[in-house]
């Protein structure tokens, strides 16, 4: 199955964890021709997204109410369900890779692995990402991209200006493609400065996503996976993102020095 890619702030896979990777159905192969009539919407991104994000709750194991990982992202995230104008839900997959990721009905989902090896306040940097990516509206070209590929829509659908309804299957192959995109350089660092901002605001500790760009950073030193590494080339180097958060710091005097980051020997949720 592929890594969750788009809306990314972190990547990679971690061994030992009594998950599964992320499960996305079963869904046909099919390719798009195209719509460049296609009049997408803000709304019609949301109504996708939720689409989407529905099918991949319903292939893949979701922490419970009482479970220690929604019980830390409640505590963290509870009181931001509404923030900046945003209606947002949280769910916790139980999957053993490391990643989060946002759409734009405001479906925030974070993987226990990821939980495993953050600390809260980078949990707040990365999450305070994904819901800048929401905020600036970067999922809506993704999606349309996505659903035009899961329509596979003819010669006679692409002069339709309206979405089509997709049945089951193509919305399987619509969170896939979904989930192949990848943000451009520009929207990854606007939402780098929207998890700073946020961060500082709400007066949480803005070196967390210094240290969690550190974490990703050794997270992409540490693979030999080819198709790891090629993921990364997408998104501006982790440690040059990490020097600018450290930088923005030293100027709102916000620093404090964090010492040597290193990625965690035992699970940070308990």
């Known amino acids: 199955m592929k890594k969750i ?4 702030f972190l990547l990679g896979t971690i061994c030992g ?4 990777k992320i499960s996305l159905g079963k869904a046909v192969d099919v390719v798009s021709k195209g719509s460049k009539a296609l009049t997408f919407t803000n709304e019609d991104a949301i109504k996708l997204s939720k689409e989407s994000v529905d099918y991949m709750d319903k292939n893949n194991a ?9 019980v830390r992202l409640n505590k ?3 009181k931001h369900k509404t923030q900046d104008g945003l209606n947002l839900n949280y769910k916790v997959y139980k999957v053993k890779d490391i990643n989060a990721f946002a759409c734009a009905d405001g479906s925030v989902r974070v993987f226990s692995s990821l939980m495993d090896i953050m600390t809260d306040d980078e949990l707040l940097a990365v999450i305070g990402h994904e819901i800048g990516h929401v905020k600036n509206q970067d999922t809506k070209d993704a999606i349309k991209s996505a659903y035009l590929k899961a329509a ?12 089509a309804t997709l049945n089951d299957s193509q919305v399987g192959k619509m969170a896939n493609e979904f989930l192949d995109a990848s943000h451009s350089k520009k929207q990854e660092s606007e939402a780098d400065t929207y998890s700073y ?5 709400n007066k949480y500790n803005v070196v967390g996503a210094y240290t969690a760009f550190k974490k990703l950073a050794l997270l992409s ?9 090629k993921m990364f080339n997408s998104h501006p180097d982790s440690e040059k993102r990490a020097q600018v958060i450290k930088k923005k710091a030293e100027k709102d005097g916000l620093w404090k020095d964090p010492g040597t980051v290193t990625l965690p020997t035992a699970k940070l949720t308990k």
């Open 5 to 8: 890619i788009v809306g990314v």
């Open 17 to 20: 964890v009594n998950a599964q």
């Open 62 to 70: 979701i922490a419970g109410p009482k479970d220690p990982y929604t």
């Open 76 to 78: 963290l995230f509870g």
């Open 152 to 163: 596979a829509l003819d010669a006679a659908s692409s002069a339709s200006s309206s979405v």
């Open 197 to 201: 901002d946020f961060m500082k605001a």
């Open 221 to 229: 030193e540490g693979s030999t996976q080819s198709g790891f590494q």
